[in-house]
């Protein structure tokens, strides 16, 4: 048995937490299974390095900063090592150029490419602990580069993948997969299972468990993961795909705070315009969320659309800037607003969903801004004050607690 265990930050960051992620691998390890260990960074180390950097150079090279940042995985990784041996059990570290995880050279931001398994097969057969470096890759020009914040749960996806792993756990502080944010909904519901399709929607709405690609890769490469805490020994929630699972109507209910609606007033009502409009945003690198566009008048209509609260004041400046070409009469902005998502594999194949998150929301007199859907997912927009208590309302009228 093949065994791919990741921790994450929090559950490695102080000795004591070392340890005790230590004894929990060399307890299975003493079972006869072959274990491999990828980490984070210790505790906040990461935030740490960043805030480093921009005191020396705010406009850092990205090269350099993964140069940094790589660091904090590898103090975190060698250290692991040296507690195992502490405690007589055989481990070596080894960071991302020593496995030859090739990823893209898109330095801050990298994907893997090809992932090389000789020199970890090659430790486990010596029955060694195998401790791997999360968050990093090597590119093309034998530069480091990282993966994006979070980027570690992609590198243990991608080794589970490679190395066929019969089973790939993701350790962090949390008990599991919730039905909503447990902090804002008291009666929240750890999951015991949710598919690939339900974790995406929920984890890019800020339900931030897991890393997204790395839920893209297990369910390219059909990894079955368990998210699980270091802390305690709850079962956790299992994510994998969906055919034998009891379809729930609605799985859970997430909220993005990092969301501001802009309208572009009185363009003129012919086409080729909103092509225009989002095709300058998208050359800007500016994602456009949920679209509304108003009934035309007099040869004007208007458009809203959301995106991300960080993007709000870049994408009004390109508006601005292009006023005239895009035949914009005024660009106004909400940046106190929030979304708010219901999420469930059993939406697709039973109505009526929609109109039952709208009456929860009506019975606590939340309006709604904005309105989108996919196959298993309903997005609204409310006011960013009303957020807590839209959530607590639609996950009471969906009866998720129970
Ligand atoms: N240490 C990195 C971060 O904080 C990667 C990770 O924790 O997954 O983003
Ligand atoms: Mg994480």
Redesign the pocket.
């Known amino acids: 048995m093949l065994i791919v265990k990741k921790f994450?930050?929090s559950s490695v960051a102080n000795k004591e937490r070392i340890f005790n992620v230590a004894r929990r691998c060399i307890e299975e390890y003493k079972n006869g299974s072959d274990v491999v260990v990828v980490l984070?960074a210790m505790g906040d180390t990461t935030d740490q390095l960043i805030a480093m950097a921009e005191d020396i150079n705010p406009k850092a090279k990205k090269r350099e900063m993964d140069m940094l940042l790589t660091t904090g995985e590898q103090v975190s990784a060698a250290l692991m090592a040296m507690a195992m041996q502490a405690l007589d059990v055989p481990a070596v570290s080894l960071n991302a150029f020593q496995v030859m995880m090739h990823s893209t050279s898109r330095y801050g931001n990298a994907r893997f490419k090809r992932v090389e398994t000789e020199r970890i097969l090659h430790e486990l057969d010596s029955r060694k602990i195998v401790i791997v470096t999360g968050f990093q890759g090597v590119n093309k020009y034998d530069d480091i580069t990282t993966l994006g914040r979070?980027g570690?749960?992609t590198t243990a996806v991608a080794l589970a993948a490679a190395l066929h792993a019969d089973r790939c756990e993701i350790y962090?502080d949390v008990d599991g997969v919730f039905t909503a944010d447990p902090r804002v909904v008291k009666n929240a519901r750890k999951l015991d299972e949710v598919t690939y399709d339900e974790m995406l929607e929920l984890a890019s709405l800020g339900a931030?468990v897991?890393?997204n690609r790395s839920v893209e890769m297990a369910k390219k490469y059909n990894v079955e993961l368990v998210v699980r805490s270091s802390l305690n020994d709850t079962e956790g929630t299992v994510v994998r795909e969906g055919a034998d699972m009891e379809k729930l109507l609605v799985t859970g209910v997430a909220a993005d705070k990092n969301t501001a609606r802009i309208s572009v007033i009185g363009v003129l009502d012919k086409p080729g315009i909103a092509f225009n409009i989002f095709d300058t945003l998208a050359k800007n690198n500016i994602n456009v969320d949920i679209i509304l566009q108003s009934v035309g008048r007099e040869g004007t209509k208007d458009i809203s659309f959301t995106v991300a609260g960080d993007d709000m004041e870049h994408a009004i400046e390109i508006l601005e800037k292009n006023k005239k070409r895009l035949t914009i009469k005024e660009v106004s902005c909400n940046p106190n607003v929030a979304k708010l998502s219901v999420v469930g594999a059993g939406m697709m194949s039973n109505p009526g969903v929609a109109a039952k998150m709208f009456e929860a929301l009506y019975n606590s007199r939340v309006n709604i801004n904005m309105i989108s859907t996919s196959e298993i997912r309903i997005t609204v927009l409310v006011d960013e004050k009303d957020i807590d208590k839209a959530m607590n309302a639609v996950h009471d009228g969906f009866a998720m607690g129970e």
Do not use: M, R
């Open positions: 994450g930050g984070s979070g570690s749960d962090t931030k897991l890393h």
